[in-house]
């Protein structure tokens, strides 16, 4: 059974860094695509990032330059760095694995995992 683990969020303050991690596990074969969503209180969950399996990655828009997504094969484990991290970045985000690279993140979501909280304070 595939099991997706997410940690490493916590609260900071406007200006600050944070790094999450999604270790991931029972996967018969590699996933397509492995991403981030998050979802904001009273807002629908949105695609913030994904990379496939030949490493193309994808961003919304407001994270460019400020986000990367990375994951380590050997260690089945995803990540993703958030920098000039801002108020508006506040949420659940949630590690998900698709069978296809959209235009923002993962699509045809297979498995998601339980969520880590984000919060920025001004």
């Known amino acids: 059974q595939v099991q997706l683990v997410e940690s490493g969020g916590g609260s900071v303050q406007a200006g600050g860094s944070l790094r999450l991690s999604c270790a991931a596990s029972?996967?018969?074969?590699?996933?397509?695509?492995m991403g981030w969503f998050r979802q904001a209180p009273g807002k629908e969950r949105e695609g913030v990032a994904g990379?496939?399996?030949?490493?193309?990655?994808r961003y919304t828009d407001s994270v460019k330059g400020r986000f990367t997504i990375s994951q380590d094969n050997a260690k089945n484990t995803l990540y993703l760095e958030m920098n000039s991290l801002k108020p508006e970045d506040t949420a659940m985000y949630y590690c998900?694995?698709?069978?296809?690279?959209?235009?923002?993140?993962?699509?045809?979501?297979?498995?998601w995992g339980q969520g880590t909280q984000v919060s920025v304070s001004s």
């Open positions: 998900a694995s698709g069978q296809s690279l959209g235009r923002i993140a993962c699509g045809l979501i297979s498995s």
């Open positions: 029972g996967y018969t074969y590699s996933p397509h695509c």
């Open positions: 990379i496939d399996k030949y490493g193309t990655r």
